[in-house]
């Protein structure tokens, strides 16, 4: 058992005009337990992407640390970015298997859970985008991460295809849990995937808010449960309807 333990105490740019710093996470501290699923919630430019290339180590020019308690280690991480990023000359195959040296068994599992089995030999271009981005999520998730970052997958899809691919996720989560943290402007999205929501500030970016999302997972599939639970969080944290 493990937690993640984040904490940017700043993140700062510099401004192209006046070269001044602009800071955009202060004091941010998130820990995340085993095996959670986390959905971060925020305004548009807050620093979402942000803080996600700082955990992928994309971005080292930050004050904090990010560690694996009780070890103190930093994590392996996969991303899954809003572009699925796959390299047009290579099979879906050997698009996953560029990113990590899994067993064939333990692909061929992943392919099956997320309805990609026979199209393990096509070519990128002949995928919808939907397709590609199970195609990334499956690769991100072939590295058997510590930690699983998701900047908005899903973005661009049309609903139905959204549909399937969360619950696809969900199904490939639950048999290969993984610490994930999920960032998503769609606040139904989140509750219906996360075990916990984490809303964000403005620039510079802070945590908020804390929620538990207490709908049992077998009834989030019930969009009337998922709107009366993001209704209640309007009532009880008004500043969460100010930010979205």
Not at 12 to 35: D, E
Not at 139 to 145: E, G, I, L
Request: glycine fraction near 2%; aromatic fraction near 6%; charged fraction near 20%.
């Amino acid at each position: 058992m493990s937690q993640l333990v984040i904490q940017i105490d700043d993140k700062s740019y510099l401004n192209a005009t006046n070269k001044t710093p602009k800071q955009v996470i202060k004091n941010l501290q998130i820990t995340l337990n085993n095996n959670e699923f986390v959905c971060l919630v925020g305004p548009s430019g807050c620093g979402k992407t942000t803080l996600l290339n700082i955990l992928a180590n994309l971005d080292t020019q930050f004050s904090g640390s990010i560690e694996l308690q009780p070890k103190h280690i930093p994590p392996k991480v996969g991303y899954v970015f809003q572009n699925p990023r796959l390299l047009p000359w290579r099979t879906v195959r050997e698009n996953i298997q560029l990113a990590a040296d899994a067993r064939p068994e333990t692909l061929d599992f992943l392919l099956e859970i997320m309805g990609l089995a026979a199209e393990k030999e096509s070519y990128p271009e002949h995928l919808s985008l939907g397709m590609s981005r199970r195609v990334s999520i499956i690769r991100a998730f072939a590295t058997d991460p510590d930690l699983l970052l998701m900047d908005e997958p899903f973005v661009s899809l049309d609903p139905p295809t959204s549909r399937l691919v969360r619950q696809l996720l969900i199904d490939l989560w639950t048999k290969r849990a993984h610490k994930v943290l999920f960032v998503t402007h769609d606040l139904r999205e989140a509750i219906t995937l996360a075990d916990r929501l984490i809303f964000l500030s403005t620039n510079p970016m802070s945590v908020i808010s804390e929620v538990a999302v207490t709908i049992p997972r077998n009834e989030r599939s019930q969009e009337m449960k998922i709107e009366q639970f993001r209704q209640q969080l309007f009532i009880d944290y008004p500043q969460i309807a100010e930010l979205l």
